[in-house]
């Protein structure tokens, strides 16, 4: 005779442990993100984006929601490094943008990536 039981029903504490141990190995780390000084939600040039590290790093965490949306905007090169945008991230209205490698850096977005 096979019974069947319910861990998480008896014991919430292993489902809590095993909840933060997934989330600790399936979450990216981000203890010792360094915060960006850009105070803006969004960028809107491709000057802008060329002298973001230089302007406002080094960094790797912007702290707000982040829009780029720029006619003039062909890369993103000047975002490599940035790992955490903390907001909303979303890219649009950029007709020339050819090239977005300059993210492949980025672990993590806020609830939207668009």
Same mark, same amino acid.
């Given at each position: ?8 029903? &008896? ?35 491709? &000057? ?12 790797? &965490? ?6 780029? &949306? ?7 090169? /000047? ?7 903390? /907001? ?27």
């Amino acid at each position: 005779m096979c019974v069947e039981k319910n861990l998480f029903s &008896e014991t919430p504490t292993a489902y809590l442990f095993i909840v933060f141990w997934l989330h600790s190995v399936f979450v990216p780390s981000v203890a010792n993100a360094d915060l960006c000084t850009f105070n803006a939600t969004e960028i809107n040039s491709q &000057e802008v984006i060329d002298n973001f590290q230089a302007n406002y790093g080094p960094c790797d &965490e912007i702290p707000l929601n982040l829009t780029v &949306e720029g006619e003039d905007i062909t890369n993103l090169d /000047g975002l490599a490094g940035i790992r955490i945008v903390n /907001g909303w991230f979303f890219i649009s209205g950029n007709p020339m943008l050819s090239d977005v490698s300059g993210l492949s850096d980025l672990e993590l977005s806020g609830p939207t990536f668009q």
